[in-house]
């Protein structure tokens, strides 16, 4: 099955820092989702980006399909970024998720 | 409502004991899935339903676990004779159609095997 890998494991900011988190991938996909799981829990959606680029506010994401990985970048972080990030990829079977990059933010 | 649903949200509950565990899906889609989370790991996946149609129960562990969506809405994940090893976070995901759309997850129900 499909492998994939979430670098760094751990990242640790200031608050108002930039982060880029990345996603590899071992085979060609037509899903790929990243997810920000909260202290609390919550699985929260952040971006449906199996190719291309887009844009929420302070997150972005990338990913380019023909070299299996993808990006997310949070610009000026917040407190409230903190959790963990989540990469999850389908390629006609369930997601597949990567064991995920945990983000400290402090103020 | 708005989103995927899931009751309870806590459950424990005595080793040997059947626990039922119920995942409302957004309205109108006709996928839903069940994924386990362990403590530390990305969520894997358990199950699939296309309307009441299980399409997919590859990641069901073992016969102890089941799942059901007779009216292609709600489903209900049971584990029978529960062991401490399916103390976990389960899951409830469900998208317009197939898996190439995007999948919306509830808040997950927290079990905890005594």
């Known amino acids: 099955g499909i492998q994939v890998e979430q670098s760094p494991p751990d990242l640790i900011l200031q608050e108002g820092a930039n982060s880029t988190l990345r996603c590899n991938f071992s085979d060609s996909v037509n899903n790929l989702q990243w997810f920000h799981q909260n202290p609390w829990g919550q699985l929260i959606n952040l971006f449906y980006i199996p190719s291309g680029t887009k844009q929420n506010g302070r997150l972005s994401a990338t990913t380019v399909a023909t070299e299996r990985y993808s990006l997310l970048y949070i610009s000026s972080s917040q407190t409230t970024d903190s959790g963990v990030y989540f990469c999850a990829v389908s390629a006609g079977t369930a997601l597949i998720f990567g064991k995920g990059t945990t983000l400290s933010v402090s103020s | 409502g708005a989103g995927v649903s899931q009751s309870p949200r806590y459950k424990v509950t005595k080793r040997g004991q059947d626990v039922a565990l119920r995942c409302d899906p957004i309205s109108g889609h006709v996928s839903l899935y069940w994924y386990r989370q362990a403590l530390g790991q990305g969520p894997e996946f358990l199950t699939y339903f296309n309307y009441e149609a299980q399409q997919d129960k590859s990641g069901l562990p073992n016969d102890r676990f089941s799942a059901e969506r007779p009216e292609g809405s709600i489903s209900t994940l049971t584990i029978q004779r529960t062991e401490q090893r399916d103390s976990a976070m389960y899951r409830c995901?469900?998208?317009?159609?197939?898996?190439?759309?995007?999948?919306?997850f509830g808040p997950g129900t927290r079990l905890t095997v005594l």
């Open positions: 995901a469900s998208s317009i159609t197939g898996f190439a759309d995007t999948q919306y």
